[in-house]
């Protein structure tokens, strides 16, 4: 384990997390300010590899990267960003043996879009 990737788990785990790669760069920077750029991408690249973290693209532009890898769904906000893990029966969402045109599935998501409380009060106020 190297000190970069250490620092990676560490922020992520600290700041309930789904951040950007940018995000995380300048998290890791204020620990480590010499760190360069492609290294917290590489890392964190490597770190998805390895199945810590998961790179998550949840519609928002960039990607997040969740350190929670157990079997969860994520709400996401449209209009602010938010995410939040929430669990969810994956069983309900096996794929029927004769739909899955062979593959070995491996993985599957579950995103709900829409408003958090806060912007969805904000979003009514101007309707
Ligand atoms: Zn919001
Ligand atoms: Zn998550």
Redesign the pocket.
């Known amino acids: 384990m190297t000190p970069q990737r250490r620092a990676i788990i560490q922020i992520l785990m600290e700041s309930d997390g789904h951040h950007t790669a940018d995000d995380i760069l300048s998290k890791v920077r204020a620990l480590m300010p010499d760190i360069a750029h492609a290294t917290v991408y590489n890392t964190l690249h490597e770190l998805t590899e390895m199945g810590i973290v998961t790179e998550l693209n949840l519609g928002l532009g960039e990607r997040r990267y969740d350190i929670n890898t157990s079997n969860h769904a994520h709400l996401v906000?449209l209009?602010?960003?938010?995410v939040e893990d929430v669990p969810y029966d994956f069983d309900a969402l096996e794929l029927a043996p004769e739909h899955r045109c062979g593959f070995d599935i491996i993985d599957q998501r579950v995103i709900y879009r829409g408003?958090?409380p806060?912007?969805a009060a904000e979003v009514n106020e101007v309707t």
């Open positions: 906000c209009n602010c960003a938010r408003y958090c806060a912007c």
